[in-house]
């Protein structure tokens, strides 16, 4: 199964005390990479001073920091670490890349290298397990990509051992423009949770938030995510902290949990937590109510040998007298329900 992995970003205008607000935060969401840029026109400071700063704390706490450079700001940096990466942004060529490689870990712009050029820096000895990719992020609306054009050049990076890399709106967002740092247009209107999975859907494999923070409670989805996890609210909250795990030979219309590890290996243990944490009425009455996309179910006494498995309903399936519905994933959850099958466990929080 594939690992989604984690970052952020912070700029060189932000305050040294805000930038340390943000890596606590991000540290506990088990963020590993954070991305900052040499390249913004309107930041008016010493960047060689403040990026050297950035170093300094990311070394601190442990960060991988990949650092946007052009043909411009190349030569800013000076510094030969093995948690340092310089993406290359606009103006270096394909040789001036090949060069740097000796020197750095090498992050190249995604969105505009194609696959004849990554062909020419494999011919030319370019160690591409010291590389990756990241795609651009998008400040002015309506540029931004597509998810066609994105998941074609993830495929073809794969095609070379190359990880990729994108950007998610956050909600604290940066200027001058304020419309949010997506790599994918259409994320400029989705909700941070959605945009996640659906970058890692299309096959990227670490994503940052581009803007400046985000609110609390994405950091905890932010966390979940690094995880491998899916988070869903309940709307009874109930059988929360628990890890559930779809089956492998999972349905389009239901989620079939297995029986956690720690409950037991059985039905009949599986079946003894459900009665100790919902109550045995939910298991003795038949169901005569339709089951709706989001009805977290569990099969009664009707259900014969599957009594008491627990489901959750991929879509509306009409009556169902063996599934008995014990609540509903609360509705702002609901979007992440056709992601599920991408990460296979799941909690209510």
Known sequence: MRKLETGFSIYLSSDIEDILKVIQKAKVAN??????????LEEKLDKIKKVNQVISLCNENNLNLIIDINSLSKNMIDIKNENIYLRIDDGLSLDEIIELSSKYNIVLNASTVNEDDLNYLKNNNIDFSKVFSLHNYYPKRFTGIGEKYLLEQNLKYHKFGIKTMAFVKGDNLRGPMFEGLPTLESHRNYSFKKSVLDLFK?????????????DDKNWQYFKYFSENIMPLKNMKNILTNQIFEDRKDYSEYVIRSMIPKNIGTTRKEFL???????GRE?????NNEEIKKGDILI????????EGELEIALKNIGKDETRSILTKVCNEDLELLEYISIFKRFVFY
């Open 31 to 40: 963020c590993k990479y954070v991305f900052t840029s040499l390249n913004i």
């Open 202 to 214: 299309n096959m990227v494999n670490i994503i940052l938030i581009g803007d400046n923070d985000i």
């Open 272 to 278: 003894e937590y459900i009665e100790k944490n919902v």
């Open 282 to 286: 939910f298991l003795n009455k038949i």
């Open 299 to 306: 099969s009664n006494f009707s259900a014969k040998r599957y």
